[in-house]
């Protein structure tokens, strides 16, 4: 499916190195200002064009927003809201071996043997490209959210084994080096979240925003409060009498608590390797993950 969401719905297009990507969002209500250089800052932040370890097409793709309907003088017009960014920097002869190769760890031989067809063009749906529209809609519904005063913030937390944010461009610089990749965790707060956002047994919180991170190219994990710690004992993370409980990442039996909301989401190093093939390849993905992070997270909260 490319369609998400059923309050603000939310309908994907476009290949990674076709024409153009893109999106339709509808269920957004008339008059609402959008901010468009907050939608430039994350594109940008999105394309890595000032981070250490990502691709040099993130460098020359400029991600520029044509807005198609639904919008004018800056103001939603209430009905749907179609946009393109157009891949100005597509390069599909540098993916021509990829018309009779698979990569391991990559969607090509499962796309081939599902649909019978497959872009091969640097991966076509499969391609984190497709993000770049996530990001679009996710900023409209997150300045939507901000008027309600909720925020969301996400950052990169481990790169490897590292943990400190200091060292993460030095071990980015020396995989990079060496043609590789690794993978990386990224963590996102979300406050201002009021209490009762959720739905017991099969609609819970943290199923919605499980669902939402593991559809990010790459993202191969998610937890949420102490996680997959383990290090802790029952009466150590639930003392008597803490409530809301602050160990819970936010989310008690499906339901906000009214604390902020933690949650984690880990992502796989890159399986397309600059060591082995040709074209241009990320080192670690979770560096340009941070903003997509973010936009999912707002389009889950606007449809809940």
């Known amino acids: 499916m490319n369609l998400f969401g059923d309050k603000w719905t939310f309908l994907s297009f476009g290949e990674s190195h076709g024409r153009a990507i893109g999106g339709v969002l509808d269920g957004v209500p008339s008059g609402l200002d959008i901010d468009m250089d907050m939608i430039r800052t994350q594109l940008l932040l999105r394309s890595g064009q000032n981070a250490v370890g990502t691709s040099p097409r993130a460098k020359n793709e400029e991600d520029e927003v044509e807005w198609l309907s639904g919008v004018m003088d800056g103001k939603t017009l209430g009905t749907p809201i179609a946009f393109l960014i157009r891949n100005t920097d597509a390069r599909p002869e540098d993916y021509e071996w990829m018309r009779t190769h698979f990569r391991p760890g990559h969607a090509d031989y499962t796309y081939q043997q599902k649909y019978g067809i497959r872009d091969w063009r640097g991966g076509g749906r499969a391609s984190a490209r497709e993000t770049a529209a996530r990001v679009v809609a996710g900023s409209i519904a997150r ?87 383990m ?67 707002a389009m889950v909260l606007i449809n809940i």
């Open 143 to 229: 300045q939507e959210l901000e008027k309600r005063h909720i925020s969301i913030h996400a950052e990169l937390v481990q790169v490897g084994n590292e943990t400190n944010p200091k060292n993460f461009d030095t071990l980015l610089k020396q995989i990079q080096q060496e043609g590789d990749s690794i993978g990386g965790i990224v963590r996102c707060t979300v406050e201002g979240l009021p209490v009762g956002v959720g739905e017991p047994v099969f609609d819970k919180l943290q199923s919605h925003l499980a669902a939402a991170m593991m559809s990010i190219n790459g993202c191969k994990g998610f937890d949420y409060g102490t996680g997959f710690d």
């Open 231 to 297: 290090s802790k004992k029952g009466s150590e993370l639930y003392p008597e009498g803490q409530v809301p409980c602050v160990s819970s990442g936010g989310i008690e039996g499906g339901i906000s608590n009214g604390l902020p909301v933690v949650f984690r989401c880990a992502f796989k190093p890159a399986a397309t390797l600059a060591q082995r093939y040709k074209g241009r390849h990320d080192v670690c993905i979770a560096v340009r993950a941070i903003p997509v992070v973010e936009a999912m997270t």
